[in-house]
């Protein structure tokens, strides 16, 4: 029998609010089997095997690589969050002025991440925060992830402030404890994007040195390039492609067929050695150009935590002079 646009419509919206129901009733139940993602506006489940996924202990809980980085939200405001290993610092306009907020991860499951502030909100103490991360696709999409607030509205009412906490609180909450929308609460999300980063060398490095690598006969920085000249004479001109501090990722394009070369640096002034000028400690493993170059896929983003993966270990120094 036919059914009518409205009536497919209204089936639709009443499944919708369904899966939205069971799931975060789910959520709730500490007897929680499964791992979660969040999809766009809604928390769905996805069909693992029954096991139980590993919680985090409080203080513990680390954040997957690929989402470290700054990014922006896609709202008028254009607020900012900066994601590391085991903390969040959220930026955005407050009631009065620009409101800076620091989390540590408390606890996670899957892409959800139950945060805590480090530092009293005002006269209110602590507070929460649990968002729940899915990255996106299709050719309309801007946005790389959509990100969802999973707990009561908190501070100043922003997707991004935190739930205070009675200031009696002894211990933070857990997972199921807050991640739970109100039956009557609306979908509280947001686009992200990674942040524009404006990678130039500073002024004092603009010139032609000589590098203590065994190989190299003199290296040259400009404004936003570093060019590696070898003793034979061959040349490879790199971009300075993401800058962290004073890590810097150089990239050459089509290093090879379908491959980008990469090169991580610690750049560091040495300001009272008498020999050299500047120290270059190599971060990242490679295969190519005398062992010092990692390859990507062409146009593939630099993942620093991953790319750089010399980040935590000790420094292999070359210098300036």
Not at 8 to 34: E, F, G, Q, W, Y
Not at 161 to 179: E, I, S, Y
Not at 287 to 296: F, I, K, P, S, T
Request: hydrophobic share 35%; charged share 25%; aromatic share 10%.
């Amino acid at each position: 029998m036919p059914v009518n646009d409205n009536a497919s419509s209204s089936i639709k919206r009443r499944t919708k609010i369904a899966v939205l129901i069971a799931a975060v009733a789910d959520l709730a139940t500490p007897s929680l089997s499964c791992e979660y993602i969040v999809e766009s506006r809604r928390v769905s489940q996805r069909d693992l095997p029954p096991v139980r996924p590993l919680r985090h202990l409080n203080g513990t809980c680390e954040i997957p690589g690929r989402l470290r980085d700054r990014w922006t939200l896609l709202t008028p405001d254009r607020e900012r969050l900066r994601i590391r290993s085991h903390s969040m610092t959220a930026r955005y306009p407050g009631q009065t002025n620009l409101t800076r907020i620091r989390y540590r991860c408390l606890e996670s499951r899957g892409h959800t991440f139950l945060l805590g502030t480090e530092t009293s909100i005002g006269r209110q103490g602590s507070g929460v925060l649990c968002l729940g991360f899915a990255a996106i696709f299709g050719n309309s999409v801007v946005g790389e992830y959509s990100i969802v607030r999973l707990n009561a509205v908190g501070y100043e009412s922003h997707l991004l402030g935190p739930q205070l906490l009675p200031r009696t609180t002894v211990k933070w909450p857990t997972l199921n404890d807050t991640c739970v929308q109100a039956a009557d609460q609306k979908d509280y999300y947001a686009e992200i994007v990674r942040a524009e980063r404006r990678c130039v060398f500073p002024d004092e490095l603009h010139r032609t040195w000589n590098f203590t690598h065994h190989k190299a006969r003199h290296v040259t920085f400009a404004e936003k390039t570093f060019t590696f000249t070898f003793m034979d004479g061959s040349v490879h001109k790199f971009d300075c492609n993401v800058k962290e501090g004073d890590i810097y990722v150089l990239r050459e394009f089509e290093f090879t067929d379908g491959q980008d070369g990469v090169l991580c640096y610690n750049i560091t002034r040495l300001l009272e050695d008498p020999h050299y000028n500047f120290e270059m400690s190599r971060l990242n493993s490679g295969d190519h150009m005398e062992g010092m170059v990692r390859l990507l896929p062409v146009g593939r983003p630099v993942e620093l935590s991953e790319d750089c993966d010399w980040l935590e270990s000790p420094a292999r120094p070359e210098f300036l002079y």
